[in-house]
């Protein structure tokens, strides 16, 4: 069993749309949950970060963390074309930059 | 600021061959990692260092080799290539003052191992 479970998709959506991404994990000892967006040919660049359990909004994103059930969440609202990448979640068992990665998942957003 | 610089972006190996994928950073970041990226299977660690003269293997070091002389420059050495390393590499920084879960990536070497 993988550490981190993410499905790769792709997903697609209409401009516009709610977009929700996940990811379960298996490991209890993580505590840092991050939110990675990668565009095609290029490094990923972190796009939310969140300690522990609970919700964090950033503009049109929020991140949500429920470690009872080992499952985070990444929403995009109203999203846009340039929302167009791939979404990798990451975590950390302690404040490290040793990140374990799940696979991401691809979202095209049309026009 | 340049922020973290790989070369070469592209390279084609042949079977044993050797190489090394360079990586500097010009913000004074101590932490730095190797991540290399397989299709659909997200981002392994390889290698990392909190320092200069400081390394220690990640998830998938075996093939690999690190040296950190300088905090500004950290080269990941391939000895004896295998068809297996064919893959995306990810050199990263990071601050570790402030902990935010934010490594600094580089935009990635493509290695292809024929």
């Known amino acids: 069993q993988k550490e981190v479970e993410q499905d790769p998709g792709p997903l697609s959506v209409p401009e516009g749309a709610i977009v929700s991404l996940n990811c379960t994990y298996s490991?209890?000892?993580?505590?840092?949950f991050m939110w990675y967006r990668q565009y095609s040919r290029k490094g990923p660049e972190l796009l939310m970060y969140?300690?522990?359990?609970g919700n964090k909004e950033d503009g049109r994103f929020t991140a949500q963390v429920d470690k009872s059930s080992k499952y985070i969440s990444l929403f995009i609202r109203d999203s846009q074309p340039s929302d167009s990448a791939t979404y990798l979640c990451?975590?950390?068992?302690?404040?490290?930059?040793?990140?374990?990665f799940g696979q991401g998942t691809t979202l095209q957003v049309k026009p | 600021n340049a922020g973290v610089t790989q070369t070469p972006k592209f390279r084609i190996l042949k079977i044993g061959q050797s190489m090394t994928l360079q990586c500097t950073q010009d913000?004074?970041?101590?932490?730095m990692y190797w991540y290399r990226q397989d299709p659909g299977m997200g981002l392994k660690l390889i290698y990392y260092?909190?320092?200069?003269?400081?390394?220690d293997k990640g998830e998938v070091p075996n093939g690999y080799n690190v040296s950190r002389s300088t905090t500004e420059d950290f080269p990941l050495r391939l000895e004896l290539a295998a068809p297996s390393q064919t893959s995306v590499y990810f050199c990263?920084?990071?601050?570790?003052?402030?902990?935010?879960?934010?490594?600094?990536f580089g935009e990635g070497s493509r290695l292809t191992v024929l």
């Open positions: 990451a975590m950390a068992r302690g404040n490290t930059g040793k990140l374990i």
């Open positions: 990263a920084s990071s601050y570790q003052d402030r902990y935010t879960g934010e490594l600094f």
């Open positions: 490991n209890s000892a993580f505590q840092y």
């Open positions: 969140t300690y522990s359990s």
């Open positions: 913000m004074n970041h101590n932490y």
């Open positions: 260092s909190v320092g200069a003269g400081i390394t």
